[in-house]
């Protein structure tokens, strides 16, 4: 049984989840819960530790049960030490709750649970904190034969919160929050802290905006308790699309994952895992933001691999970017959903700034390496019985024809094909870390960057670069080297 903490600071995000029905996504719920407040009575309800008062209509209270049974907008404050807030209404109702500071405790059980309605609309007021705690270990379905409810806040149909005061959710048995239908947030900032996965979603999960700080399994620095368990960041069982927001992710398990596409379009990334950094079964398309992964077994994994934009930062112990069907694991606790190895897999970079280090491939694909655009700078430092690996290492193949590529490191990568069209320059004078290397054509800068390890070899790739002409290679003001440029398709240095 999956046991899980859950705190919960509101934010702009929107999630889906739960069973197979996805929502519009957009800026709805507010307005919503606004029409809605405007057309009926408020209802105010006041929680006295054992006791609930009740003011206005359409909610009644039963000891420390408060169940409503109408649509409106109900205004809830106090505490609650052992209860519930029931919503058992008709089907087509919409039930607001507005939370003006509470603390409920359910010692068996959900403190908030959405038996039956249209849809829960949560309002968080601005400036107050909110506490919802489960039952823990004590926990009991209240609908054996469905298993449910099974989170602290739970709804059977759609539920929206919005909101810019914080709401804290302590959920020692499951799931923190859980909708069996739509999950809509609007309105604020996430902080999670869980020991299994952070946010999950049985079907596609899409995050326009927001600010997300999530640890997962007690982060990349944790220890599995049963091979069993899940303990990712983001998960989703179908599509993950980002396209803005700011995220800090510490997992165990992958920061990212999907078991269809992840497309990431927007936002600021930084994501530390003892696993995949991002992670897609399919397709992992990179378009734009800026990502940085801090430490990582894989940095970007997925069939495929295309990134036409954005800033990436890369520090993996095993690959930087690896594009193979089947994919590896550090964790190895859950097996890769449709996981085929296959040749065609491959990498796609037009764009973009690149910058990784890698401890055993840097750019590693089971089919080709295409780069036709953007600045990549992949450098491996070995970290032990690494035969076989390189900074560049495709089964089929390295076709240059735009871009600049950097390579090297303590290894070098594998020769390109003869496709690519793009001449190279190649070294294995001894570069030092955190010294800018520059290559010059009489006096005229082509390539420059500063390696942030050890270098006993170096190649470099540039449209700039003219096959048979001379060019300097600099380390600080020290000439390194003047070497004559190679033609495409016979770049120097492959694998050692």
């Not at 105010?44 to 054992?50: A, W």
């Not at 169940?67 to 505490?79: D, E, L, N, W």
């Not at 999907?258 to 992670?279: C, E, P």
């Given at each position: 049984m999956k046991k899980s903490l859950l705190i919960l600071l509101l934010i702009f995000g929107i999630l889906s989840a739960g069973c197979s029905k996805e929502q519009n996504l957009g800026t709805s719920t507010t307005t919503e819960a606004s029409m809605l407040s405007n057309k009926t009575?408020?209802?105010?309800?006041?929680?006295?530790?054992?006791?609930?008062?009740?003011?206005?209509?359409?909610?009644?209270?039963?000891?420390?049960?408060?169940?409503?049974?109408?649509?409106?907008?109900?205004?809830?404050?106090?505490?609650?030490?052992?209860?519930q807030i029931l919503i058992n209404s008709s089907k087509d109702d919409i039930v607001n709750l507005v939370l003006n500071g509470i603390d409920i405790t359910n010692k068996s059980g959900a403190p908030i649970y959405a038996l039956k309605c249209d849809k829960l609309i949560l309002t968080i007021k601005d400036g107050t904190n909110n506490t919802i705690t489960d039952g823990g270990l004590n926990f009991k379905y209240e609908n054996e034969a469905d298993k449910e409810p099974n989170a602290a806040l739970f709804s059977k149909d759609d539920l929206s919160i919005n909101g810019t005061g914080s709401l804290i959710v302590n959920a020692g048995f499951n799931d923190g929050i859980g909708a069996k239908d739509g999950l809509v947030i609007d309105n604020g900032k996430f902080t999670i802290n869980s020991k299994n996965d952070g946010i999950q979603a049985d079907t596609a999960l899409t995050i326009l905006n927001g600010n997300f700080n999530i640890k997962s399994g007690g982060g990349s620095s944790g220890k599995a308790s049963s091979s069993s368990e899940s303990y990712k960041g983001i998960k989703a069982t179908g599509d993950i699309s980002i396209s803005g927001g700011e995220f800090i992710i510490?997992?165990?398990?992958?920061?990212?994952?999907?078991?269809?596409?992840?497309?990431?379009?927007?936002?600021?990334?930084?994501?530390?895992?003892?696993?995949?950094?991002?992670?897609?079964?399919k397709d992992l398309t990179v378009s734009g933001g800026k990502i940085d992964i801090n430490t990582s077994y894989e940095g970007l994994?997925?069939?495929?691999?295309?990134?036409?934009?954005?800033?990436?930062?890369?520090?993996?112990?095993?690959?930087?970017?690896?594009?193979?069907?089947?994919?590896?694991?550090?964790?190895?606790?859950?097996?890769?959903?449709?996981?085929?190895?296959?040749?065609?897999?491959?990498?796609?970079?037009s764009g973009g700034n690149i910058t990784l280090v890698a401890g055993e491939d840097g750019l590693d694909a089971n089919g080709t390496i295409n780069i036709s655009g953007g600045y990549t700078v992949s450098l491996v430092n070995l970290n032990g019985n690494t035969a076989g690996n390189a900074a560049v290492d495709p089964d089929g193949g390295v076709n240059i024809t735009g871009g600049t590529l950097i390579y090297g490191g303590t290894i070098s990568g594998q020769n390109p094909s003869g496709s690519s069209t793009q001449s190279y320059v190649y070294t294995n004078s001894k570069i030092k870390a955190g010294t800018e290397v520059t290559l010059k054509k009489d006096e005229n800068i082509i390539v420059t960057f500063t390696p942030s390890i050890d270098c006993a070899n170096l190649a470099i790739s540039s449209k700039d670069i003219k096959a048979n002409e001379s060019y300097d290679l600099y380390s600080g003001t020290n000439l390194v080297e003047t070497i004559t440029a190679g033609v495409g398709g016979g770049m120097k240095g492959g694998r050692r």
């Open positions: 009575d408020e209802t105010v309800i006041i929680l006295n530790g054992e006791s609930i008062l009740v003011e206005g209509s359409g909610a009644t209270a039963n000891g420390n049960i408060l169940t409503i049974s109408k649509a409106g907008t109900y205004i809830i404050s106090g505490t609650l030490n052992d209860g510490d997992s165990l398990d992958d920061s990212i994952h999907s078991n269809g596409n992840v497309t990431i379009s927007g936002g600021t990334i930084k994501l530390s895992t003892k696993d995949d950094a991002v992670h897609a079964d994994e997925g069939y495929n691999v295309i990134i036409s934009n954005g800033d990436i930062n890369i520090n993996s112990s095993n690959d930087g970017i690896n594009a193979a069907g089947e994919g590896d694991s550090k964790m190895g606790a859950v097996p890769r959903k449709n996981a085929t190895s296959s040749s065609s897999c491959y990498i796609e970079i």
